[in-house]
T-cell receptor, first 115, second 112 residues
Framework: SAVISQKPSRDICQRGTSLTIQCQVDSQVTMMFWYRQQPGQSLTLIATANQGSEATYESGFVIDKFPISRPNLTFSTLTVSNMSPEDSSIYLC????????????FGQGTRLTVV | AQSVTQLDSQVPVFEEAPVELRCNYS??????LFWYVQYPNQGLQLLLK??????LVKGINGFEAEFNKSQTSFHLRKPSVHISDTAEYFC??????????FGTGTRLLVSP
């Protein structure tokens, strides 16, 4: 199956700053997703990254806070803007293959700590 | 809308003992069901999936799960666990292969 690489793998950031997380897939994929995993909790979908159009955000998440780019079929970025300690989480990128007939696969995640 | 319930937040078990991790789901439409495993400081890895057909699904690392439509359950089992199975296990549902709805996870702790 395809492999997802996320950068950075971890970071410690000051409150009020922004961090951009990159997600690179080694093959073309149809859909890409960004999830958040807060400490000790499950995964919550932030948004679906659509190639050539704006991302589709889930309830409780907004573009101003989590702007997403999807310039092509293998790459996406998630920016966590104006960070606060409550944004400390693991952020995971996920994708589904181009034929849409296989399960979602995940990157290793980005562990973000906001101080 | 779909939802997933994993009743056990943590399951301690001794090595070589059998284990069952419980998962119940709620959905008004047919869904696909998945179990993912997350080892410490790593991403998620697919263990197994149920799409249709046989209700007993076999996955990697000796795990299996049984889909029970009447009880809306998809419990994960392994007849004999190893220390290396210590991890967080997530049950998830989706309509088609799109966005996943995850349960809260079950931490499996295997001790010698």
């Amino acid at each position: 199956s395809a492999v997802i690489s996320q950068k950075p793998s971890r970071d410690i950031c000051q409150r009020g700053t922004s961090l951009t997380i990159q997600c690179q897939v080694d093959s073309q994929v149809t859909m890409m997703f960004w999830y958040r995993q807060q400490p000790g909790q499950s995964l919550t979908l932030i948004a679906t990254a659509n190639q050539g159009s704006e991302a589709t955000y889930e309830s409780g998440f907004v573009i101003d806070k989590f702007p997403i780019s999807r310039p092509n079929l293998t790459f996406s970025t998630l920016t966590v803007s104006n960070m606060s300690p409550e944004d400390s989480s693991i952020y995971l990128c996920s994708a589904i293959s181009l034929d849409g007939n296989t399960e979602a696969f995940f990157g290793q995640g980005t562990r973000l700590t906001v101080v | 809308a779909q939802s997933v319930t994993q009743l056990d937040s943590q399951v301690p078990v001794f090595e070589e003992a059998p284990v069952e991790l419980r998962c119940n789901y709620s959905s008004s439409v047919s869904v696909y069901l998945f179990w993912y495993v997350q080892y410490p400081n790593q991403g998620l890895q697919l263990l197994l999936k149920y799409l249709s057909g046989s209700t007993l699904v076999k996955g990697i690392n000796g795990f299996e799960a049984e889909f029970n439509k009447s009880q809306t359950s998809f419990h994960l089992r392994k007849p004999s666990v190893h220390i290396s199975d210590t991890a967080e296990y997530f049950c998830a549902v989706s309509r088609g292969f799109q966005k996943l709805v995850f349960g809260t996870g079950t931490r499996l702790l295997v001790s010698p």
